[in-house]
């Protein structure tokens, strides 16, 4: 049986072993092979503040448990918000009817997967009152008006989560993870010579609250008033085919969006990625290397055990050109007999997991940004963005470019605005 007698999250979720072991039992009481539970905590804390005003403050509490009954690809899926025993196992007798099967093997004994805490925190956003969130906000807006008296309207929105998950298979694991994550987003308009222009900056981590030092909040500023401060000498680009440099940083919004979802194993699966049939092919230029990390201490990205209870990992996608792996959850590595990835994501205990991605990024490669722009005869830079959209399964895109260059003769001549890439 499984020993959650000394298990903090099994203390929090009002659950022992008995309890599991019967929930588990009923979903796979009409066959299924496989189950699993995942438990959820979420606190949520956000801070709103504009033209010198607290504008919003709310604070919410979620909570709930999903069960999972799966028979091949057939999945059956119930969740219920209270977390009694028999709102339980109704959810999981109703996820039991939906995926039916020959399963024979009932829920094994488990044991605890050990982890590595990728953002330990010596605090926690639960014992931060929000009255020590307010003077941060407020820091924000100072420090934003003080680095440029054009700037006549700053808003600002913070928000801050507390998640606690626990996830138990019949499979014979269970996992348990305490996930902080805090944002906070700058937004500057400023008038000069008449006009106005707006540009915004952020920053997303599983820090605590003491991470926002003042030089940390600056940063945010500083970003946010250069970028609104640049757009008032932007001209337009000339329209045509331009080849296109696209700048670390923001960037990665085309490589997450017309790649990373199409390394997304469940779109393969199906065969509407453009990659469905490109395992082990060639697919980019030999010094491009991609992978997908959920290892990042303290990043966005960062996960130490995926919603369906895997280690997560530095999974390489794209190595020198070649396509060597999609991103896996057990549904999908058991169809293409591999290893998961530990990149089971779900919105919350009310959805299926399905694989997604972490933290996607592209590795140096042999270039310099020098000799990048040197290549470049005439084309553009696109540094940051601002809406856009994508067909995951061809990969096409069209990308709005709030900032970016013009460059001319292999040198960049002038900042440019208000240009679609396509």
């Given at each position: 049986m499984i020993s959650l007698e000394a298990d903090p999250f099994a203390t929090w979720f009002g659950i022992d072993e008995q309890i599991v072991h019967r929930?588990?039992?009923?979903?796979?009481?009409?066959?299924?092979?496989?189950?699993d539970l995942y438990f959820q905590h979420l606190k949520t804390t956000s801070v709103g503040l504009e033209d010198g005003i607290i504008n919003q403050a709310s604070s919410g509490v979620d909570q709930g448990v999903g069960v999972r009954a799966v028979v091949d690809d057939q999945v059956g899926y119930a969740f219920s918000e209270a977390l009694d025993v028999d709102a339980m196992l109704q959810a999981a007798r109703t996820a039991a009817t939906?995926?039916?099967?020959?399963?024979?093997?009932?829920?094994q004994d488990v044991s605890r997967i050990e982890t590595v805490n990728h953002y330990a925190l010596d605090r926690t956003w639960e014992g931060v009152a929000v009255s020590e969130r307010l003077p941060l906000v407020r820091k924000v807006e100072s420090f934003s008006k003080e680095m440029d008296p054009a700037v006549e309207k700053v808003s600002i929105f913070w928000y801050d989560r507390e998640?606690?998950?626990?996830?138990?298979?019949?499979?014979?694991?269970?996992?348990?993870?305490r996930r902080p994550m805090a944002i906070l987003s700058c937004r500057v308009t400023a008038e000069k010579n008449g006009q106005r222009q707006s540009h915004s900056a952020?920053?997303?981590?599983?820090?605590?609250?003491?991470?926002?030092?003042?030089?940390?909040?600056?940063?945010v500023c500083r970003k946010a008033v250069d970028q609104t401060?640049?757009?008032?000498?932007?001209?337009?680009?000339?329209?045509?085919?331009?080849?296109?440099?696209?700048?670390?940083?923001?960037?990665?919004?085309?490589?997450?969006?017309?790649?990373?979802?199409?390394?997304?194993?469940?779109?393969?699966?199906?065969?509407?990625?453009?990659?469905?049939?490109?395992?082990?092919?060639?697919?980019?230029?030999?010094?491009?290397?991609?992978?997908?990390?959920?290892?990042i201490a303290n990043n966005r990205g960062a996960l130490n055990v995926d919603d369906e209870g895997c280690l997560t990992e530095e999974t390489v996608l794209i190595e020198n050109?070649?396509?060597?792996?999609?991103?896996?959850?057990?549904?999908?590595?058991?169809?293409?007999?591999?290893?998961?990835?530990?990149?089971?994501?779900?919105?919350?205990?009310?959805h299926v997991p399905m694989p997604?991605?972490?933290?996607?990024?592209?590795?140096?490669?042999?270039?310099?940004?020098?000799?990048?722009?040197?290549?470049?005869?005439?084309?553009?830079?696109?540094?940051?963005?601002?809406?856009?959209?994508?067909?995951?399964?061809?990969?096409?895109?069209?990308?709005?470019?709030?900032?970016?260059?013009?460059?001319?003769?292999?040198?960049?001549?002038a900042p440019i605005k208000d240009v679609n890439i396509i």
């Open positions: 929930v588990l039992s009923e979903a796979m009481g009409r066959g299924a092979e496989f189950a939906i995926a039916s099967g020959d399963g024979q093997v009932p829920p998640e606690r998950v626990l996830v138990v298979t019949s499979e014979g694991t269970y996992a348990s993870d952020s920053v997303a981590r599983r820090e605590a609250i003491d991470w926002f030092t003042d030089e940390e909040l600056q940063k401060m640049l757009l008032f000498e932007a001209v337009r680009p000339p329209a045509g085919e331009l080849p296109v440099v696209l700048a670390a940083g923001a960037s990665g919004i085309l490589l997450h969006e017309a790649i990373g979802h199409g390394l997304e194993a469940d779109f393969n699966r199906k065969g509407t990625s453009i990659y469905a049939s490109m395992i082990n092919e060639k697919v980019a230029p030999e010094f491009v290397t991609i992978v997908d990390d959920g290892t050109g070649v396509l060597r792996s999609y991103l896996h959850d057990r549904i999908s590595a058991k169809h293409y007999g591999v290893k998961p990835t530990g990149s089971g994501r779900r919105e919350s205990f009310r997604r991605m972490r933290s996607t990024y592209m590795l140096n490669g042999p270039h310099t940004y020098d000799e990048i722009i040197q290549s470049v005869d005439r084309g553009i830079v696109a540094e940051t963005f601002t809406n856009g959209q994508v067909q995951i399964g061809a990969g096409d895109f069209t990308f709005y470019i709030k900032n970016g260059w013009l460059i001319e003769g292999g040198k960049i001549t």
